[in-house]
């Protein structure tokens, strides 16, 4: 096995072991503690430590400590939360929900950098385009990771009023620590970097990353996939699935919801290099938007079994595009500044959360819809633009190649 493959599953799996319980703690949240709001509150605390991270902790601890290094610390901060949950409280879901929500954003913006430069390295030893084995490391990675909501969601449903196991995560770090391979020396020489930045300059390099307006267009894209993730966790579960079916019935769900994401997954990472990125992107907006649309005019009864598992179905078919396409987008158009640029994807994303569950107790189930109908037309309009400003940029550097050597051949002529 190749040694960056191997690197991919041993990231992926550790993802595994740790999300296979918070995965299912997530999801049942907003149900199992509902009175006086804790579920939702811990969630809306989580994502706005997220948030607050986001801004400035992902570049400095992936410069110190690397990628490697910054998992391993960030993950023990999601066994403590795992932990939180055995002893549920506001003493204990709220402090643990703020760690975890500090720890989140150097996470994701370590793996979102690890893949890319993994990818990328790959690419120039095989001769292949980067953004292709991109795209395919996180189609595997996601498949890999989203298997962890099936595992958490079976344990939930299956032992429901017991929290899972948290010896996963245990399991998680110590993958991690012991067999991913650093890659923090491997990336600064491909990136030419003769020196340490400078601390401040780390620390604003999320901010300044903002001067890029293709950033200013993008962030839609992270913001609406905390739209609708947090749609579905918080919204869905409990107005939809409780409501109708009871809340034996929310891990069930939530594991066709993981299956279809995680083999959707693997399959957009391929399809990629043959269709572009283009043609899925396209695929998860007509998807999305044909579930809200449904779900404006669906009145659920029991009897309607099958249809609340076809609509998470559906909506992780349309997720796996948001999670492989979003992350390979940013790694790729920033590749010089990825970590700068995954902590910005985090930064919004935790947003579009922290939003969402802010107003989940005050507005009704369509106006919700509504608003994640307006986000995605929003994120869906700036992406083409920024697609659009790219090919005019090929085309003006391919009509410049094209015309030098015709400008070098007259210029010999009169010579």
């Not at 998860?284 to 579930?291: E, M, Q």
Request: aromatic share 14%; glycine share 10%.
């Amino acid at each position: 096995m190749e040694r960056s493959l191997k690197n991919v599953l041993v990231l992926s799996f550790g993802f595994l072991l740790l999300f296979i319980a918070y995965g299912g703690l997530q999801s049942l949240q907003s149900s199992l503690y509902s009175e006086e709001g804790l579920g939702v509150a811990a969630l809306s605390t989580l994502y706005g430590g997220m948030l607050l991270s986001s801004m400035f902790l992902p570049p400095i601890l992936i410069k110190k400590l690397g990628c490697k290094w910054t998992i391993v610390i960030a993950m023990c901060c999601y066994v403590t939360f795992t932990l939180g949950n055995f002893y549920a409280s506001w003493y204990t879901l709220i402090p643990t929900s703020i760690l975890l929500g500090l720890g989140a954003a150097p996470l994701w913006s370590a793996q979102g950098t690890y893949l890319t430069t993994m990818g990328s390295t790959h690419a120039e030893k095989t001769g292949k385009l980067g953004k292709d084995v991109v795209s395919q490391y996180f189609g595997i990675f996601f498949l890999i990771y989203q298997s962890a909501g099936g595992f958490g969601n079976l344990i939930s449903s299956l032992v429901f009023g017991q929290t899972p196991t948290q010896g996963s995560g245990f399991l998680a770090v110590l993958l991690i620590a012991l067999f991913l391979e650093p890659i923090k020396d491997a990336q600064q020489e491909s990136e030419g970097e003769k020196q340490a930045s400078p601390f401040w300059s780390t620390l604003l390099s999320t901010a300044k990353l903002f001067r890029d307006k293709r950033l200013c267009l993008l962030v839609l894209l992270p913001l609406y996939s905390g739209f609708q993730q947090a749609f579905l966790a918080g919204d869905y579960t409990r107005s939809y699935i409780t409501c109708a079916l009871g809340i034996q019935f929310v891990g069930y769900v939530m594991i066709c919801f993981a299956a279809v994401n995680a083999l959707c997954s693997v399959l957009y990472g391929k399809l990629a290099q043959y269709t572009g990125r283009i043609a899925l992107f396209a695929l998860g907006a007509v998807t999305h938007l044909s579930c809200i649309i449904a779900l404006l005019l669906w009145k659920p009864h029991p009897r309607q079994l099958p249809l609340f598992f076809v609509f998470p179905g559906l909506w992780g078919a349309a997720d796996a595009v948001w999670q492989t396409q979003n992350n390979a987008l940013f790694g790729v158009l920033f590749e010089k500044n990825k970590e700068a640029a995954f902590a910005s994807y985090r930064l919004w994303e935790a947003l579009g959360f922290v939003i969402a569950f802010g107003y989940s107790m005050f507005l009704c189930v369509s106006v919700k819809l509504y608003v994640l109908l307006g986000v995605l037309s929003l994120a869906m309009a700036a992406y083409g633009t920024v697609e659009y400003l790219g090919s005019k940029k090929v085309a003006r550097l391919r009509t410049e190649e094209q015309t030098k050597p015709a400008e070098e051949g007259a210029t010999q002529t009169e010579m």
